[in-house]
């Protein structure tokens, strides 16, 4: 430290330029300006010294068009090692420039007709190859020579870095100080010296008047905006008719897991019921392909990521019935060296009536056969007992009649099928009714009947969630409490 305290403040504003003493030295000399913003600094300098000089001694900036900002984005580091060799990739990117580009506004017309560019230049590949965000940015720098020897290039320090991007993120590094305490740097020279400075926001507060006209300006610019996507995109759509809905399920058999043996795939097909039809050229069934088991856990998972969309439509006919919402139904095969299969389950799932993402775990089933010989025939030569009817697995779509006994039926549990399900639904019932309340109810309530379905649901699985806790509670209580004999006795 000189023997005298030395303290020094500057506000500055955004991409405002003060001069350091070696930019001074520098461009004082007309003979050392090479560029036209090299002159344009000589200019400003020589009107500084006219009215008397700088008024900032150690703090001075850096701006967005000084080289200091090229040659500091360039010498950027990726690790702190002082023995840092750049990839090939960091010195590729080191030359692209995040600047605001100037861009010709696209006709609608050549979107259309030109989306591939056969033969990029390099400019085009260097432009484009990243997500090209424009940034401007800015350092506030201080020079920390010893007092008296101002400016040299080896004192120099970045007290704060402020960046601005093209959708209007300002990024300050490091932060304002705030309730902190000051930010320190410490010199190794011939003295230690030990610097403290702190950073804070002096831009004045918004007017509600003026926040107001800015919040107005937004929303004009905004609604433009969308009358633009608009005139893009057109407003031609498939509506479907009064009374229909149309579903779409954009669906994925993500993995299967807990199963006995290895190399699984899944066959699968969608039962529409009554009142449900689906395009000709769309396909209601398919297959995984045959995916090898991985350890994960105590599980064996195979991971299918297995891909299928199905487009359906719902048609009303008649308010009093109550309709069926789509099942899909599926089973679990492995295969073996000899390309023999074996049934690893049954299973079955509900399409989700709420558009929106879905993930739902289904558990599996498969039939057996009571002794040794049907496992020791399922290990050897692949056989196993079938189902002749998918739709067995819930009620048959031949079924007529009240009840359906599975008495003497023998099955056992397996493992489970992961599926993820994307719903997207389209009806004219989205565009009718004004009120909030109307416009929150779902189609399906529009459409009728499926509001007393989902109450008759959530209804037995309340039921059933009651009864197991009631089990639950009477299998804790000690015996004699629940025995009378017992404590009689």
């Not at 209804?459 to 009378?484: C, G, H, K, N, T």
Request: some cysteine; proline content about 6%; hydrophobic content about 30%.
């Amino acid at each position: 430290r000189p023997p005298e305290d030395e303290e020094e403040e500057a506000e500055v504003g955004w991409q405002e330029k003060l001069f350091s003493q070696f930019e001074v030295d520098l461009y004082l000399n007309e003979s050392a300006c090479q560029t036209p913003l090299d002159r344009q600094y000589h200019e400003e300098i020589r009107k500084l010294e006219k009215a008397g000089g700088r008024k900032n001694c150690r703090i001075f900036t850096y701006t967005d068009h000084d080289r200091f900002t090229n040659l500091e984005e360039l010498c950027q580091k990726v690790t702190d090692s002082d023995h840092e060799v750049p990839s090939y990739l960091a010195e590729r990117m080191a030359n692209v420039r995040r600047r605001r580009q100037d861009r010709r506004p696209v006709e609608p017309s050549s979107l259309k007709s030109k989306i591939i560019t056969w033969e990029p230049s390099e400019e085009f590949i260097k432009n484009n190859h990243v997500i090209n965000t424009p940034v401007q940015t800015m350092y506030i720098m201080g020079d920390l020579g010893p007092y008296g020897k101002l400016g040299h290039r080896e004192y120099e320090h970045v007290l704060c870095t402020i960046k601005v991007d093209g959708n209007g993120v300002i990024t300050v590094k490091p932060d304002f100080t705030g309730t902190k305490g000051p930010y320190r740097i410490e010199l190794d020279g011939e003295k230690r010296e030990v610097w403290e400075y702190t950073i804070e926001n002096a831009s004045a507060q918004v007017q509600p008047e003026e926040e107001e006209r800015e919040q107005r300006m937004f929303r004009d610019l905004y609604g433009r905006h969308r009358d633009y996507l608009n005139g893009l995109v057109g407003s031609e759509f498939e509506m479907p008719l009064p009374g229909t809905l149309r579903l779409f399920v954009n669906g994925e058999i993500v993995s299967a897991q807990g199963y006995e043996y290895d190399n699984l795939y899944v066959h699968f097909f969608l039962e529409l019921p009554n009142q449900w039809s689906s395009p000709p050229f769309q396909q209601l069934s398919g297959v995984t392909q045959t995916c090898t088991t991985k350890k994960v856990g105590w599980d064996k998972v195979a991971n299918f990521c297995y891909p299928f969309t199905v487009e359906m439509f719902y048609t009303l006919e008649d308010e009093d019935s109550l309709p069926q919402w789509p099942v899909l139904y599926f089973e679990v095969l492995s295969l073996d060296f000899w390309q023999r299969y074996r049934v690893e389950g049954y299973g079955s799932l509900v399409l989700p009536a709420s558009p929106g993402s879905h993930v739902l775990t289904i558990p599996t089933w498969r039939p057996v056969e009571l002794g040794t010989v049907a496992e020791m025939r399922r290990f050897f030569i692949g056989g196993s007992p079938e189902l002749e009817d998918l739709t067995y697995v819930r009620v048959p779509s031949t079924f007529k009649g009240k009840r359906l006994s599975r008495f003497g039926f023998r099955t056992e549990t397996t493992g489970s099928v992961t599926f993820r399900l994307y719903c997207l639904q389209q009806s004219r019932a989205f565009l009718e009714g004004s009120a909030l309340r109307q416009r929150m109810q779902s189609v399906l309530d529009r459409l009728g009947g499926f509001s007393q379905q989902s109450s008759v649901y959530n209804v037995l699985e309340a039921f059933q969630r009651a009864r197991r806790r009631m089990q639950e509670a009477r299998e804790s209580l000690p015996q004699d409490l629940i025995s009378p004999s017992a404590s009689s006795v």
